[in-house]
């Protein structure tokens, strides 16, 4: 523990989805200091459509969530 779930768009090559895996668990080793062997990475795509009740839920009504983006989701339907 901690495990990691990256929320994204469809398109993103495997290659990309790894490096970014990565990157999030290595940010997290010098942000907190745990075991890098601890962590867990795993990555779900939506689909703009599938994204608007994602994000709902997710963003909208998380009390826990910690950084707010600033956009409409709806935009993304566009």
């Known amino acids: 523990m901690p495990h990691i779930t990256l929320k994204m768009l469809k398109g993103r090559t495997p290659e990309q989805k790894q490096a970014a895996a990565e990157?999030?668990?290595a940010?997290?080793?010098e942000a907190?200091?745990?075991n890098p062997t601890h962590i867990s990475v795993s990555v779900e795509d939506f689909t703009p459509q599938e994204w608007q009740e994602q994000y709902?839920?997710?963003v909208a009504e998380n009390e826990n969530?910690?950084?707010t983006p600033d956009y409409d989701p709806k935009e993304l339907l566009k």
């Open 27 to 29: 940010a997290l080793v």
């Open 56 to 58: 709902r839920m997710e």
């Open 32 to 34: 907190i200091g745990c």
């Open 65 to 67: 969530l910690l950084l």
């Open 23 to 25: 990157k999030l668990a």
